[in-house]
């Protein structure tokens, strides 16, 4: 029955083909299959009881291009979200990643769709690159009818192939990215899954209880504490005794990455693939990153730190901008090709907003369905008061 359901949790995963800082020091090389070698600066890693990961990280034109496009679509898509929000025309939560672009879209870089992912609730991104549209994402967060989980979830709620969220209770999603892990051990699934969670949720009881069996069994799992410095409006060093976040494990190895660079989170997660389905077991990674924004668009997020501090981590460590850097200075693009680029990611956004804003709100009927995994259903479901019963066909 385990194995079953098993099978049934990572049945019909889709397998898609793997498709900076100013002024620091790389060296490149460009060879005959349009390839270009970079080489991190050696401040990129920090390490935990594993050997550094080659610095020289070799990419095709190609998917620096994408990793630049994904990222500047994914801004100008939050960014629509905050006028959104701002217009009354998103009620609730709603969680931005500005600032943060180079997290999910290096990560994904690294990784094909038979990898797995959870999240807690900062998800538009992760949502976007793992294959969500961005007009069901903006429907999702007005709470319309073609929304990504047809406007049931909002903004904490978003899932798409391998990606199981989105999820609001911090650090929950640990222990759930645990298990993910544990069933492709169980079925010798040659993936990986990576759990995220903030710094924040860093001192979860259930963060240790899921580093425990993943050490105990040797789970293809990597821990990934997204820390963007502050878990709500609490700076880290207020809240954790360590704010060594790669370490705290112990007994599971780790890595810290410059969470700003999209190429140095690629080759973290590409080493991190490598290590884990390899038999070694989880890693614990720190992603070291920043949100420009509040905690939510609730947050105006200057009342714990000042504009000046936002300020200077735009101006010189702003994950879009070094990649812009990076394309130019190596002759994989002009500033004409990325303000084209710019444009055009603003046409489509735009485009999608306006459909999103037509989607119609959900029919009344979608309060009672998707309760239960198809086919388990029980023959009535209780309503909102005693006596009220819905009925399954």
Not at 217 to 238: I, Q, S
Not at 262 to 274: C, G, H, N, S, T
């Amino acid at each position: 029955m385990l194995r079953s359901a098993a099978s049934r949790l990572l049945a019909n995963v889709r397998v898609a083909p793997k498709p900076f800082l100013p002024a620091r020091a790389f060296a490149t090389t460009t060879d005959a299959q349009d390839t270009i070698t970079i080489a991190l600066p050696e401040s990129s890693f920090d390490m935990y009881n594993a050997e550094k990961p080659d610095l020289n990280v070799e990419l095709s034109k190609e998917k620096l291009m994408d990793m630049y496009t994904k990222m500047t679509t994914m801004r100008r898509m939050e960014m629509a979200a905050d006028g959104l929000y701002k217009a009354k025309k998103i009620r609730g939560f709603c969680h931005l990643c500005n600032g943060q672009e180079a997290v999910s879209v290096g990560m994904e870089s690294a990784l094909t769709l038979s990898d797995h992912i959870i999240t807690a609730y900062r998800c538009h991104g992760f949502t976007y690159v793992r294959g969500g549209s961005i007009k069901s994402i903006l429907a999702e967060l007005m709470g319309r009818a073609d929304g990504i989980s047809k406007g049931k979830g909002g903004s904490m709620h978003m899932f798409s192939p391998s990606f199981y969220g989105g999820n609001g209770i911090v650090g929950a999603q640990v222990p759930l990215g645990a298990g993910i892990a544990f069933t492709q051990k169980y079925l010798d699934i040659p993936s990986v899954t990576f759990a995220l969670y903030g710094d924040g949720a860093s001192n979860q009881g259930q963060v240790f209880e899921a580093f425990n069996m993943a050490k105990l069994w040797d789970l293809p799992c990597v821990f990934v504490c997204e820390n963007n410095k502050y878990g709500m409006g609490t700076a880290a060093n207020r809240s954790s005794a360590s704010t060594e976040y790669h370490t705290r494990a112990g007994y599971i190895p780790g890595i810290r990455v410059n969470g700003m660079d999209a190429i140095a989170v690629y080759r973290a997660a590409q080493w991190a693939k490598e290590w884990t389905t390899s038999g070694k077991g989880p890693l614990v990674m720190e992603l070291t990153t920043y949100r420009y924004g509040g905690h939510s668009m609730s947050d105006p997020g200057t009342t714990y730190r000042t504009r000046e501090e936002i300020q200077h981590m735009r101006s010189t460590s702003d994950p879009i901008t070094g990649m812009k850097h990076i394309l130019i200075e190596n002759g994989v693009a002009t500033e004409a090709d990325l303000k084209a680029i710019d444009k055009e990611a603003r046409k489509v956004v735009d485009e999608a907003l306006k459909e999103a804003e037509a989607s119609p709100e959900p029919d009344m009927k979608e309060f009672f369905t998707e309760i239960y995994a198809e086919g388990t259903e029980p023959p009535t479901v209780r309503g909102r008061y005693p006596g009220e019963t819905k009925y399954f066909n």
